[in-house]
């Protein structure tokens, strides 16, 4: 796998994080008993962070870190 496919790898899981930010964001005046997923969701969130993390350390292992602002690895819709 190419540098740029892990870079791109990390955005597409960034897409995922976002969505579930945004799902937790919209239903978050619901009450605990209207979200059964809650611990789930929260826990999905966390594992897509680490998987994010560890691909940014696999790129670190290549020697490609510390890259500027923009080059940031982040889902188009966190751009805006």
């Excluded at 976002?18 to 239903?27: G, N, R």
């Excluded at 997923?37 to 999905?44: H, P, S, T, W, Y």
């Amino acid at each position: 796998m190419t540098n740029q496919e892990v870079r791109d790898l990390r955005k597409a899981v960034d897409t995922v994080i976002f969505a579930i930010e945004q799902y937790q964001h919209d239903t978050h005046d619901l009450s605990v008993s209207d979200r059964q997923d809650l611990r789930e969701m929260a826990l999905a969130r966390t594992k897509l962070q680490e998987a994010k993390l560890w691909l940014g350390m696999a790129l670190g292992a290549r020697g490609d870190s510390g890259y500027p602002q923009e080059l940031l690895d982040h889902c188009e819709e966190r751009s805006v």
